[in-house]
């Protein structure tokens, strides 16, 4: 999966984002914009529901970049090079150049660390 633009770079690695990353962005904000805030919290205006729609959605892409960014950062310090980070329609993905050198350096590429230093 190739990024269709950068959006920059995070702890030295480059973010990418590929086009179907819309559509799923679409779907969060119009489906809390038009369909479940209106029906859970009637009589609001529609911008508010629309802010809160799209506030939602990128909340969401944060946390999926957080996510990915864990990964990368945790390879990178167990000495496996990191291409980079694409966020796409189901997901994101960090692309690593290489394995990891152990069967431990894996486990913690793959499931890094909520708190604390790896």
Not at 34 to 56: A, F, N
């Amino acid at each position: 999966m190739r990024a269709t633009f950068t959006l920059g770079r995070i702890a030295g690695v480059r973010v990418g984002v590929h086009w179907s990353i819309l559509i799923i962005f679409t779907l969060i904000a119009l489906g809390l914009a038009e369909g479940r805030l209106p029906d859970v919290y009637p009589g609001r205006s529609w911008w508010s529901y629309w802010l809160i729609g799209l506030i939602t959605a990128t909340v969401f892409f944060a946390s999926l970049l957080a996510h990915e960014l864990a990964h990368a950062v945790v390879a990178r310090r167990n000495n496996v090079a990191v291409d980079d980070i694409v966020l796409w329609l189901l997901g994101g993905v960090a692309r690593l150049r290489s394995e990891a050198s152990t069967p431990a350096a894996e486990l913690r590429i793959e499931v890094p660390p909520l708190f604390g230093s790896c």
